[in-house]
Nanobody, 123 residues
Framework: QVQLVETGGGLVQAGDSLRLSCAAS????????MGWFRQAPGKEREFVAV????????YYAASVKGRFTISRDNAKNTMYLQMNSLKPEDTAVYYC????????????????WGQGAQVTVSS
């Protein structure tokens, strides 16, 4: 089992920045690809970004590419999501997740999930 805990959410204004962290514990953190998903009220959970186990490969949803940066520090068992130029449409609960493949883009392809962190962007 891998336990994931997100921190760093909050209320910001449009154009501001925010950094989410995801701390992992339990089984070895390194072999897993790590990702971020988000879910806005009344909408399905959607893919945001993923990073492979070594941190050498990343992939982003078109809606966040160029504004968000995913990274990980395996020595600290922690993953990050740096969010810049935030927009009101980025408002959602952000979930940290771990899975077998960095090619995974769907909820069903991931094995472990955090409890979520609320990000609210006001206009």
């Amino acid at each position: 089992q891998v336990q994931l805990v997100e921190t760093g959410g909050g209320l910001v204004q449009a154009g501001d920045s925010l950094r989410l962290s995801c701390a992992a514990s339990g089984r070895t953190f390194n072999p897993y690809a790590m990702g971020w998903f988000r879910q806005a009220p009344g909408k399905e959970r959607e893919f945001v970004a993923v990073i492979n186990w070594s941190g050498s490969s990343t992939y982003y949803a078109a809606s966040v590419k160029g504004r968000f940066t995913i990274s990980r520090d395996n020595a600290k068992n922690t993953m990050y999501l740096q969010m810049n130029s935030l927009k009101p449409e980025d408002t959602a609960v952000y979930y940290c997740t771990a899975g077998q493949s960095s090619r995974a883009r769907h909820v069903s392809e991931y094995d472990y999930w955090g409890q979520g962190a609320q990000v609210t962007v006001s206009s």
